[in-house]
């Protein structure tokens, strides 16, 4: 108990600092992938420029009066100012271009972010400003590795921790309604997987015979955009409730050494150590960014486990009606057994012990 | 299930500012006029407010937008060989769903600037948009407007240093003005209207002969005559109500009182189909 307890704090504590290392190297120095995303959407941009990096130089940068420059120039996050000769094209990402008197560029100039400004000095090209870029840096695929991992850690532990949030909130105000769900998804798993995949099926059909059949009267059609809000809310209660009923199921396998028989589990304890289960497999499918084919065998691995741990619960809150009732016996599941005649057992000849039969406590007044 | 993380994700987020949110953006692109002795224009604007005129004396052109940066792409380039400018602001983005993206694209604008004392071609192709065209200070060779739903305003306010060589306006949904139509000096002009208001000031400097090709659908279209000038109207008339008072047919054709003893002539061809034409003096 201890054991998993350390290891849930340690994942959120890991989480945390993650999220906080992650938002930090955003706004951190310069690295060379900022650069980097910022001459790919240069080039990309129909108003801007090809520059090759190494002309590009971080900070203010200044071409002197001596200086006669025959490729381009350009600077990262500071001012260009030129009072010497460029043959090029001269651009400031994130700044000004000042041509000061004696300086002339021979291309364009360009500003992203800030102004080309004609100080004395002239520009035979065009002088283009623009206040951002129109496309941004590349995206998906395109990622370098380092990025793909920072975001897929990202959006893991931001998807943990608003989890771990709706946990807390379900185990305090609908913890019936969890437990009824995760014991449906105890004793009819397969029944409700197969509903969990009728639902996702049925789902987009059934909200338009909804609204097909609201558009029969104008109050109706009225009621439609509204309609659309509450089936999106409740779909999405749905599946949390039942993804969330069956991290408690994987917290209590997990769990299972470390509960007293006869005491209550501790539900928060189960469900935050299962979505923990969860959390590390999509962390290690993150992590696994560099591995290239492996990687993306561990996130689809990670996104089967949960679509299947959401659809089989979101199938469980169907057949509970939202955890509300009890399911179903199935018609051929057995009895369950009663510890009140257990005591009747056969026993083999060979000589097994009897159970003994339950007699009552002597009285005070017999003894 | 990471759709329906995200999904929570965005529930969470939506108090913020998401992808919903304006992204206003500015392009600025100014060039000097080197050694350029014209200018052509091709400018294509869907939704926004635009207006052209002259530009400060050392530019070839200046332009200056703003736009949305979430719903428009704007594109300009030049080709110093041919002269040729090419500009676009066009909103059709990918897979953006906004319910209030008229009222955003209606604070785009675009204002265009071009040189002065050079033959300059435009051509001009608008979508939604409301533009104002003042071409007085330019020296105009060829002007093109195709529109669709838009509200566009010409002015000529002063005589074109040499004649236009073509004028088309070809207006679709909306109205269109044009002032003192006379000082374009156009060789040939063709105005057509579909479904709107046609609004036409032939006032102007010009001398001779003004040859006009006018078609007129579901509208209605205005021509205001200086005094001086004596008018043909050579009109089809296809459920179509022509106010010509004072004119006198022959042949087809119908001429404005004196029109033989008028220094200067304009001379109206074209059609008028389920529309009303009115010929308006000028004093």
Known sequence: MRRVRRLTIGLLLGATISLGVSAQSRQSAPTSDAVAASLDSLHRDANGMTLDRAEVQRGARTVAASEHLSGDVASWRGPLEISGTVDGNAAAIFGDVVLLPGGHVRGDALSVGGQVKLAGGTVDGEMRSISGFSVGPLAGAQLTPAQAMRRSLSLAVACYLILVAMALAVSFFARGHLETVASTIRTNFSRAFVFGVLGEIAAVPFFLLSAVALAITIVGVLLIPFAAVAFALGVMGALALGFLAMSLLAGDAMMRGDTTAGEPRPLVSHLITGLSAFLVLWLLGGAASYAGIIGSVMRLLAFLCTWIAATVGLGAVIITRGGTRAAARLPFAPPPASEEYAWQTPTPVTGVAAARRPTPAPRASQQ | ?283
């Open chain 2, 1 to 283: 299930m990471k759709s329906i993380l995200l999904a929570v994700l965005a529930l969470f987020a939506a108090g913020g500012p998401g992808d919903g949110a304006q992204s206003w953006r500015t392009l600025t692109a100014s060039r000097p006029r080197g050694n350029a002795d014209s200018l052509r224009v091709i400018l294509r604007y869907d939704a926004g407010r635009l207006t052209v005129g002259a530009a400060a004396a050392p530019l070839l052109y200046d332009a200056r937008a703003r736009f949305d940066g979430n719903q428009q792409r704007v594109s300009r380039s030049y080709d110093a060989v041919t002269h040729t400018l090419h500009v676009g602001i066009d909103s059709a983005m990918q897979g953006s769903v906004h319910s209030d993206r008229r009222p955003r694209e209606s604070q785009a604008r675009l204002d265009l600037g071009l040189a002065t004392g050079m033959p300059v071609d435009i051509d001009l192709d608008l979508g939604a948009t409301r533009a104002t065209l003042d071409l007085g200070s330019l020296w105009v060779s060829a002007l093109h407007v195709s529109s669709g739903a838009t509200e566009t305003d010409v002015t000529f306010g002063s005589a074109n240093p040499q004649p236009m060589r073509d004028l088309l306006v070809d207006a679709g949904v909306g109205s269109i003005t044009i002032h003192q139509l006379g000082n374009a000096r156009a060789q040939h002009a063709s105005i057509a209207s579909t479904v709107g208001a046609l609004d036409l000031d032939l006032d102007g400097s010009w001398t001779g002969e003004m040859p006009i090709t006018l078609r007129v659908a579901l509208g209605s279209a205005t021509l205001r005559v200086p005094r001086d000038a004596g008018v043909a109207l050579r009109l089809a008339r296809r459920i179509a109500n022509v106010d010509a008072d004072g004119f006198v047919a022959h042949d087809g054709v119908y001429y404005s009182a004196g029109y033989e003893q008028a220094k200067r002539h304009i001379v109206v061809d074209g059609s008028a189909t389920l529309a009303s034409v009115d010929v308006v003096w000028k004093e």
